[in-house]
């Protein structure tokens, strides 16, 4: 069975930090692009970040650049979210999903999403 399963979420005051794993079982995550998106209530789930399969690039929302990073362990099955310097605006439930094609800010391309990590930035 296909699945990936997030972890690393909860609650932090604002310019705190939190550190998001996406763990993947059933296939090898070496040749997927993974990205991770989140949801806010009553708005749309948005792209925050992506790293591609082939050479490790990475990508970032406008919004997150310079206080996320991505990376990945590939000997772990596992990638990570490494969140910085976090505001109440990124509060939201953190989905990771996996794509056989390119990074992409959007939800379709993903063929294979988590159950979500619910992250609160609130003092």
């Known amino acids: 069975q296909l699945q990936l399963v997030e972890s690393g979420g909860g609650l932090v005051q604002p310019g705190g930090s939190l550190r998001l794993s996406c763990a993947a079982s059933g296939f090898t995550l070496d040749y997927y692009a993974i990205g991770w998106f989140r949801q806010a209530p009553g708005k749309e789930r948005e792209g925050v970040s992506c790293?591609?399969?082939?050479?490790?690039?990475?990508y970032y929302a406008d919004s997150v650049k310079g206080r996320f990073t991505i990376s990945r362990d590939n000997a772990k099955n596992t990638v990570y979210l490494q969140m910085n310097s976090l505001k109440p605006d990124d509060t939201g439930v953190y989905y990771c999903?996996?794509?056989?094609?390119?990074?992409?800010?959007?939800?379709?391309?993903?063929?294979?999403w988590g159950q979500g990590t619910q992250v609160t930035v609130s003092s």
């Open positions: 999903a996996a794509t056989y094609h390119y990074c992409s800010a959007y939800v379709s391309p993903y063929d294979y």
């Open positions: 790293i591609s399969s082939s050479d490790g690039s990475t």
